[in-house]
């Protein structure tokens, strides 16, 4: 069985019924996608994923918008590379801070990877991004001078000219950085920046992953 369909597996059984899951974006997240529904269980879904809500409805899952819930009893959702503190880098995708309002609604968040994504202290290969209020871009870029960056970038988007919109029409920064241990004070710096709403760096709101390797799931807390 594909590793992961199989960490999926392991997720399901995470999922009670008639509770609200938070489901996020990726590959791995489309397996539990239809792996719940293939369970039968009732459940409401939430998810900040324009890609996984289209797969929910085909599936005929019971998608609810994030404002309509108060808590989520459990989330899940991929990453770029986890490590051994559960601190995480996000964003491939860029929808990050709907990503985290989901992380924060949630009692558990919980993330599905391969081992591949498993590292002792985060790397930063990945960039850091941040979503800016437009008119701030200028501003953030100036706040960043003081820290070790490699070089950063406006995030442009694939489909048309200009800059990616998110949908809470902002700017995406990819910055990347030097990598550091102090994750923590780093995601509370960024996110203090006058102009940035939100980062890809997630240090505090992980209570669990679940890592698949050849050998089996291990779960890391
Ligand atoms: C990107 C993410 C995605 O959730 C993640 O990349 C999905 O990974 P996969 O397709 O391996 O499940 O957070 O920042």
Avoid at 8 to 13: G, H, N, Q, V
Avoid at 16 to 23: A, K, P, R, S, Y
Avoid at 48 to 73: A, M, N, R
């Amino acid at each position: 069985m594909d590793l992961k369909r199989k960490i999926a597996k392991r997720a399901l059984d995470e999922i009670e019924e008639d509770t609200i899951v938070g489901l996020g974006g990726g590959s791995t997240i489309k397996h539990l996608v239809y792996l719940l529904k293939d369970s039968g269980r009732s459940v409401k879904v939430v998810t900040p994923s324009w890609e996984t809500k289209q797969h929910c409805k085909e599936v005929g899952l019971d998608v609810v918008s994030i404002e309509d819930v108060s808590s989520i009893d459990i989330a899940f959702d991929g990453c770029d590379q986890v490590d051994e503190s559960l601190c995480a880098l996000k964003s491939g995708g860029g929808i990050h801070t709907a990503e985290k309002i989901v992380a924060r609604l949630a009692n558990e968040y919980v993330l599905l990877v391969d081992e591949s994504k498993l590292v002792s202290t985060l790397t930063y290969d990945h960039p850091i991004v941040l979503e800016v209020l437009p008119q701030a871009m200028e501003v953030v870029r100036r706040q960043l001078e003081t820290y070790q960056i490699n070089y950063s970038e406006i995030r442009k988007s694939e489909k048309k000219d200009g800059a990616v919109v998110t949908e809470f029409s902002n700017h995406l920064l990819d910055v990347y950085m030097e990598p550091r241990t102090d994750h923590l004070t780093l995601e509370t710096e960024l996110t203090a920046l006058t102009g940035v709403v939100e980062v890809s760096l997630f240090t505090s709101v992980i209570t669990k992953a679940f890592v698949g390797s050849e050998g089996g799931i291990r779960e890391l807390t």
